[in-house]
């Protein structure tokens, strides 16, 4: 059965500092992969995707990126946190756009202080 | 402009009751995927109900059934028999021609003892 994994679980940073979330995908080839931010108390906003290894489509432009190294690996990075960034950052896949339902990870509690 | 629209920010109701969450979406496509998403305080978004556009019946999975109505572009959940473990946030969502996810604003939903 497949499985999606993300850590940390719950980070604390500082304004400035970097970050780097990763998300993998087990017992699945070729996933869509999806990193969405959820404010508190508000719905999710999609921030990036991505059909395939390299391939990523960015949604909202901000200081965070998005990195798809290996096919069932999806790393989300920014250079300088800013407050704004604070949130529940939630991995997602896919099984392929033929699939329409996205499975969601248990998520990463970021608080940027 | 929105494309999907939760408008009970709180809903309670009694254990064992039914309970119907409201959702209106907003799309010119044909083809689109209609999901509701369960997210209990732990975080975790668990898939609950999916509804493609061209399906003529409305979803079931077990206590959870999808009223789709389609000239309204509504798409309600109604959970029956309800369960203290039903208490959570509740999320629609609709995936798009262009495989873009759109979230709602979410539903609390309290049961009551």
């Known amino acids: 059965s497949q499985t999606i994994h993300q850590w940390p679980a719950t980070l604390v940073q500082p304004v400035g500092s970097p970050l780097s979330l990763e998300c993998t995908v087990e017992?699945?080839?070729?996933?869509?992969l999806y990193w969405y931010r959820q404010a508190a108390g508000r719905g999710l906003q999609l921030l990036f995707y991505?059909?395939?290894?390299?391939?990523i489509s960015s949604e909202v432009p901000q200081n965070l990126s998005a990195s798809r190294p290996q096919d069932r690996q999806f790393i989300l990075s920014s250079k300088k946190l800013l407050l704004s960034d604070s949130g529940f950052y939630l991995c997602?896949?896919?099984?392929?756009?033929?699939?329409?339902?996205?499975?969601f990870g248990p998520g990463t509690r970021l608080t940027v202080l | 402009a929105q494309k999907i629209t939760q408008t009970q920010p709180g809903m309670f109701v009694q254990e064992k009751e039914a309970v119907t969450l409201d959702c209106t979406y907003d799309t010119s496509d044909q083809s689109y995927g209609l999901f509701w998403y369960k997210q209990p305080s732990s975080g975790e978004m668990i898939f609950l109900i999916y509804q493609g556009s061209y399906d003529e019946q409305n979803a079931t999975e077990g206590r959870y059934s999808l009223n789709f109505q389609k000239a309204r572009k509504s798409a309600n959940l109604v959970i029956s028999a309800s369960q203290l473990g039903d208490s959570a946030m509740y999320f629609c969502a609709m995936r798009d021609t262009g495989n873009q996810f759109y979230f709602g604003t979410g539903t609390s939903l309290t049961v009551i003892p």
């Open positions: 997602a896949w896919r099984p392929g756009l033929a699939t329409d339902t996205q499975y």
């Open positions: 991505s059909v395939g290894i390299g391939q």
């Open positions: 017992g699945t080839s070729n996933p869509n």
